[in-house]
C-alpha cells in the first residue's frame, strides 16, 4: 500500500507511517541474526527491509527530503543495485544538482537487475548522446562487478584451485561502524558504515 501511494504521489502522510511500520517490524524480524543458526526465510526478510527502505526513501523524495530520502535508497541500491531503486537514486542526484553522480547511477542502473527503460532515457538526457551512452554503461558492468567483489589475495598456489561460498553478517559497533566477520573484511566493506539508522541490528548480504 505504502508504494503504491508513493509511485502516484498520494496520500503521503499515510505512506510515510505504513513504510515506517514495515522498516521496523522486518527490522524486528532481523534482531540477534545469528549466522550459526541461519534460515532461509531470513534472506527474504532481508530482501523485504531493502525493499522497505527504497519506498521509504522514495516518500522523503516525494515530500521534499532529499538527503534523507538518499540515505534509504542509496542504502537499498547497496544491497539489491535493482533497477528501480538505482532509478530512484539517480532522480534523487538529478534534482540535487549531482550531475556526474546521477550519470553513474543511471549508467550502472541501465545494466543492473531487472532495468527501467526510462533510465536508459534519463542517461540519454543527461549526455546527449547514444555513443556516449554505451560507453557509460559498459564502463558500469565493470564498476557493478568491482562493488560487489571482495580481493582476498592469493591463498592456493597454482595449479590449486578453491571455491567457496560466503555470508556476512553487518552489525553496526560502538563507533558508529559496520562490523563484519570475518573482521579482516572490514576495510573492503567500510561503505557499509553508511546504511541508515533503521539498520541498527543486522544484516546479511
Same mark, same amino acid.
Given at each position: 500500500m505504502a508504494y503504491v501511494l508513493a509511485v502516484h504521489n498520494l496520500d503521503l502522510d499515510r505512506a510515510q507511517r505504513?513504510?515506517?511500520?514495515?522498516?521496523?517490524?522486518?527490522? /524486528?524480524?532481523?534482531?540477534?541474526l545469528n549466522l550459526d543458526r541461519l534460515e532461509p526465510a531470513k534472506f527474504t526478510e532481508v530482501a523485504a527491509l531493502v525493499a522497505y527502505w527504497d519506498t521509504l526513501g522514495w516518500i522523503y523524495f516525494r515530500t521534499g527530503d532529499p538527503e534523507r530520502a538518499e540515505s534509504y535508497i542509496h542504502a537499498a541500491w547497496l544491497l539489491t543495485q535493482r533497477g528501480e531503486v538505482g532509478d530512484h537514486l539517480g532522480q534523487i542526484y538529478e534534482q540535487q544538482g549531482k550531475k556526474d553522480l546521477a550519470v553513474r547511477i543511471y549508467a550502472q542502473t541501465a545494466v543492473a537487475t531487472q532495468p527501467l527503460p526510462e533510465t536508459r532515457e534519463r542517461l540519454l538526457a543527461l549526455v546527449g548522446s547514444d555513443r556516449k551512452v554505451e560507453e557509460l554503461t559498459q564502463k558500469a558492468l565493470h564498476e557493478l562487478s568491482e562493488a560487489r567483489t571482495i580481493?582476498? /589475495? !592469493? +591463498?592456493?598456489?597454482?595449479?590449486?584451485?578453491?571455491?567457496?561460498?560466503?555470508? +556476512? +553478517?553487518?552489525?553496526?559497533? /560502538?563507533? /558508529?561502524?559496520?562490523?563484519?566477520?570475518?573482521?579482516? +573484511? !572490514?576495510?573492503?566493506?567500510?561503505?557499509?558504515?553508511a546504511l541508515p539508522k533503521s539498520c541498527s541490528n543486522s544484516t546479511i548480504l
Open positions: 505504513y513504510a515506517e511500520q514495515a522498516v521496523a517490524a522486518a527490522t /524486528g524480524n532481523l534482531r540477534n580481493a582476498l /589475495g !592469493r +591463498l592456493l598456489e597454482p595449479p590449486q584451485t578453491v571455491h567457496a561460498d560466503f555470508l +556476512l +553478517l553487518f552489525v553496526p559497533d /560502538g563507533a /558508529g561502524e559496520l562490523d563484519c566477520r570475518p573482521c579482516g +573484511l !572490514r576495510k573492503a566493506l567500510r561503505c557499509f558504515a
